[in-house]
């Protein structure tokens, strides 16, 4: 079956750095597109970075040279380091695979980010 588990979420300042993970079962890194997402209160879901699976990354505009999307096909998981994270970062984070032919889609439960002094 397949799962996405997001972690390492929490609070951090401005200014400060996290490190999300997504771990993945059930599914090859080698298929699927791999991307983080977030959701602020009251606002909508937004795309914030995908990786393919050859290794190419976008990145949304507002998290660009911030930002990291990377991947270790062999662990199955995907990161997205966040530096100089500022208040408007705060959302809840996950973690989306979508297979690169049939675009079948799976979702992790996500993961809070707070930034705040």
């Known amino acids: 079956q397949v799962q996405l588990v997001e972690s390492g979420g929490g609070l951090v300042q401005p200014g400060g750095s996290l490190r999300l993970s997504c771990a993945a079962s059930g599914i090859s890194f080698s298929l699927y597109v791999m991307g983080w997402y977030r959701q602020a209160p009251g606002k909508q879901r937004e795309l914030v970075a995908l990786i393919t699976p050859g290794g190419g990354t976008n990145y949304a505009d507002s998290v660009k040279g911030r930002f990291t999307i990377s991947s270790d096909n062999a662990k199955n998981t995907a990161y997205l380091q966040m530096n100089s994270l500022e208040p408007e970062d705060t959302a809840v984070y996950s973690c989306?695979?979508?297979?690169?032919?049939?675009?079948?889609?799976?979702w992790g439960q996500g993961t809070q980010v707070t930034v705040s002094s």
């Open positions: 989306n695979a979508v297979h690169r032919i049939t675009s079948t889609k799976y």
